[in-house]
């Protein structure tokens, strides 16, 4: 069936280095989303991609979705304490399918 | 607005007890879903409504029920719980079916 798997599900890093977080599913996707979530707390929506080969910028988040529109990835550059929780890809065909999310802890 | 709520925030059930989880939007959202988060396996859809009085099964259904009387209100039931139903529960509105999900802030489930 549909999957969107997601690498890495942990990722260490010390603050100022950069992050990135990839998803890849096994069909093409309508759209992906991407939302974060701060331990404890619930998911809250980045951004929405929806055609191939877009990339779009949130300050320091750069998100992009593949020609194909089977890959995404988030890229955070000099990551922050701020930048800390798990972050979800969810590739919409018809229905969302979320990926495990990354898991980002930054050391300051 | 106070967006997407839920109810309770926490709950502990005992093996064959059943409960009624409850998610309101004041958002005049049409679509509702209901997840389920458990340690490292991201969000799984149990069920959906796409829009006022239509429901349905999404991934992960066995075991639960669900009910969309009113626009902004989405229930679900858990029948006869068990411990593999211990899990943190998310609900969800968007606008339209596809769009911008809303979460709330979560029902955490302990099933004894």
């Known amino acids: 069936g549909q999957q969107v798997m997601q690498i890495p599900q942990y990722q260490h890093v010390q603050e100022g280095e950069d992050f990135t977080t990839y998803c890849n599913s096994s069909?093409?996707?309508?759209?992906i989303q991407w939302y974060k979530q701060r331990p404890g707390g619930h998911p809250v929506f980045l951004i929405q991609l929806v055609k191939s080969g877009e990339v779009k910028k949130q300050k320091r988040l750069t998100f992009q979705f593949g020609e194909a529109k089977k890959n995404s990835s988030l890229h955070i550059t000099a990551t922050q304490t701020t930048d800390v929780g798990t972050y979800f890809c969810a590739g919409y065909l018809n229905k969302f399918y979320f990926g495990s999310g990354t898991k980002l802890n930054v050391k300051p | 607005n106070a967006g997407v709520t839920q109810t309770p925030k926490f709950q502990v059930l005992k093996t064959g007890q059943s409960m009624t989880l409850q998610c309101a939007q004041d958002m005049n959202h049409n679509s509702m879903y209901w997840y389920r988060q458990d340690p490292g396996m991201g969000l799984r859809l149990i069920y959906y409504?796409?829009?006022?009085?239509?429901?349905d099964k999404g991934e992960v259904p066995d075991g639960y029920n669900v009910s969309r009387l009113k626009k902004q209100n989405f229930l679900l039931g858990l029948e006869s719980a068990a411990p593999s139903q211990t899990s943190v529960y998310f609900c969800?509105?968007?606008?339209?079916?596809?769009?911008?999900?809303?979460f709330g802030p979560g029902t955490r489930l302990l099933v004894l």
């Open positions: 409504s796409a829009s006022e009085g239509t429901t």
């Open positions: 969800a509105s968007s606008y339209n079916w596809g769009e911008t999900q809303y």
């Open positions: 069909t093409t996707l309508s759209n």
